[in-house]
């Protein structure tokens, strides 16, 4: 009798450790810190804790990309002077970037002084035009107009149909007042003649998905959007939500497969790459552009690594916004294993980052060969011919 009550502890103890070894049902993490005990001090703020990595590791930082790049998301001011060119082209070099695409939703009327303005600069024939399409007020007839424009700034000298922001889906109108959906048949002559031009088609929809979600202490963007009033998109009177944004956009791809589609920061897919590899695989005239989304990249390195390998013929690189100091975070994910460094911007993504290593052959192609191959007459000197 008298091991009765240590033996029914023990069995009691072992239970209870079997439970605790127990995992959580995805989405529920431990109360933290320890349940029933609070801090001894005043928590600091969310922008305060910034705990530095004792982590030792070696460390490959990479100023200069290993071969020449095109930046194919770029901005400059859309009145774009000389010295506005100049000034881009400066850092250009030492960054190793060979070709900027102005991908602006530049209007028609600014496209001519914006070339004059590249050939009067130092960097002639190391940025090209992308045109924009004017999608405001659609109604009965706009997609012809809209065709014949385009068909006009492409003999004009424009490459490609620029930066097709995310306000068309999301906010842009109709002339009737209601919302012109990505997928309005009336848009269908813009889309033939892109495809008959065999111009890319270079398209933003929506924003990465949590912007769209409850703004809790749960979303992985709940900084940004406290600081950001203007990529808050909760509001279901006033926006659609995420997914429907995602059917008419993959509706319209589906319908125009002769269209050279190329979806701007990879869709907002880069944090389920598996999503962008079923549209890869069912839409073979797709392309994702990396903009703004290394940090889903670096968190995941075999994933990512995996994913670049098979759909390397799919990806672009761009930049988007013009930063010279942000582009070598870009070649070090790329180009380095290294591990556990730092995110260029504490409010897109307060993890840490991870080189993914990717073989050269992959790494030409999402550097410069891809866009080369789909944008016909981009400049090629400079970019190695294999
Ligand atoms: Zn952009």
Redesign the pocket.
């Known amino acids: 009798m008298k091991r009765t009550v240590p033996t029914l502890l023990t069995v009691g103890l072992l239970f209870l450790g079997v439970l605790g070894a127990q995992q959580l049902p995805p989405g529920q993490i431990r109360p933290r810190p320890a349940e029933g005990r609070e801090p001894e001090f005043p928590q600091p703020k969310i922008r305060d804790y910034h705990p530095r990595s004792t982590l030792v590791v070696p460390e490959h930082p990479v100023p200069k990309a290993r071969f020449p790049v095109i930046d194919f ?1 770029h ?1 400059p001011p859309q009145s774009m002077t000389v010295d506005d060119v100049n000034r881009v082209g400066d850092a250009m070099a030492g960054l190793n970037l060979g070709l900027m695409v102005n ?1 602006n939703s530049t209007p028609s009327a600014r496209l001519k002084p914006a070339m004059d303005a590249i050939a009067a600069s130092r960097y002639k024939g190391k940025m090209v035009m992308f045109t924009g399409l004017d999608l405001r007020n659609v109604g009965p007839g706009s997609g012809q107009k809209i065709a014949a424009q385009l068909d006009a700034d492409v003999k004009a000298g424009a490459l490609g149909v620029g ?1 097709i ?1 995310k306000s068309f889906g999301l906010t842009i109108k109709k002339a009737d007042g209601t919302r012109l959906k990505i997928d309005d048949p009336e848009l269908d002559p813009v889309w033939q003649t892109a495809a008959r031009l065999k111009i890319p088609v270079f398209m ?1 929809t929506a924003d990465p998905s949590e912007f769209f979600q409850p703004l809790d202490f749960n979303n992985e963007r709940w900084l940004e959007l406290a600081l950001y009033p203007d990529r808050r998109y909760q509001d279901r009177s006033r926006f659609p939500s995420f997914e429907e944004l995602m059917a008419e956009r993959d509706h319209l791809i589906a319908r125009h497969p002769n269209v050279t589609w190329v979806l ?1 920061h990879m869709g907002w897919h880069a944090q389920d790459l598996a999503r962008l590899g079923k549209m890869f695989d069912a839409n073979p005239n797709l392309y994702g552009e990396l ?1 703004a989304v290394l940090y889903d990249i670096g968190r995941q390195p075999r994933s990512a690594h995996d994913f670049f390998v098979k759909y390397q013929d799919r990806i672009i690189f761009g930049k ?1 916004s013009y930063q010279p100091d942000e582009y070598p975070y870009y070649w070090r994910v790329f180009e380095t294993n290294d591990e556990y460094f730092d995110y260029y911007r504490d409010y897109h993504a307060f993890w840490k980052m991870y080189g993914i290593g990717l073989p050269d052959a992959v790494l030409k192609k999402i550097y410069y060969a891809n866009a080369l191959r789909i944008t016909p007459n981009l400049p090629r000197a400079g970019f190695p011919a294999n």
């Open positions: 998301h901005h991908a930066e922001m933003h701007a903009g988007d």
